[in-house]
């Protein structure tokens, strides 16, 4: 196996996730900073900002965005964009942990979405990660982030998929497999990447991504140990929603105590 989010993967990653609304995420998450912010919002910090998608639509609605990832990778194709969308400064991206990067300010928010939290495997990892979160926020400042919801995961369980994108030389196949480790709450998912090109194979990689899925009163007494007051888990991107077992995905708002 390869490591995680390597360059093939890396440069196949915005083709393969091109249908994920990512637009409407970001309008979800400017309506969640509106309805519970307690001071004006005009500067986020993106924790594990990948190739920049929630980044961009953040910055078009007037905000200033800071993305961090460990992945040098990712972070090359978030500042190619960051070039051609003439952002004008208001998006700037380090590479860094985000376990214990420190970027010696803060900030009105703070986002971690597409399951970045879920990368954290161990209970001191997930407890480090959200500090950076709270270390980088003013008091009162909004943390919102997704995880994989662990009554859904349970009841759904993996399966293995197949996906195929067309490109303009040719096609990328992807098929994805997963298996659960119940008793440390992971979900390994392994994901195996053909890029064709006129039927010649221009690259192939295999990369298993273990992620955590959370409970409410674990989310919660995590939130609570890192400086946090939770406010509200909803379905996402239905976030009225309450919680269940159809819903994978669930959103949360918690604010810096």
Known sequence: MNEVFGSIYADAYDLLYREKDYTAECDLIERLLESHRDGPVRSILDLGSGTGHHIFPLVRQGYELVGVDRSAEMLAHAQKKSAASQSNGRATFCQGDIRNVDLQRRFDAAIMMFAVLGYQLDNADVLA???TARWHLRPGGLFIFD???GPAVLHQRPSERVKVIPTPEGKILRITSGE???NRHLCTVSYHLWRLEEGYMLGE???AHSVRYFFPLE???FLECSGFLPIRLGGF?????????TAWNVLGVARAI
């Open 180 to 182: 659960l480790d119940i």
């Open 237 to 245: 991107p239905q976030f009225d929603r309450d919680p269940d077992e």
């Open 129 to 131: 990660t959200l500090k």
């Open 219 to 221: 989310l919660n007494l």
């Open 147 to 149: 995880v994989w919801y």
């Open 205 to 207: 990689t295999q990369e």
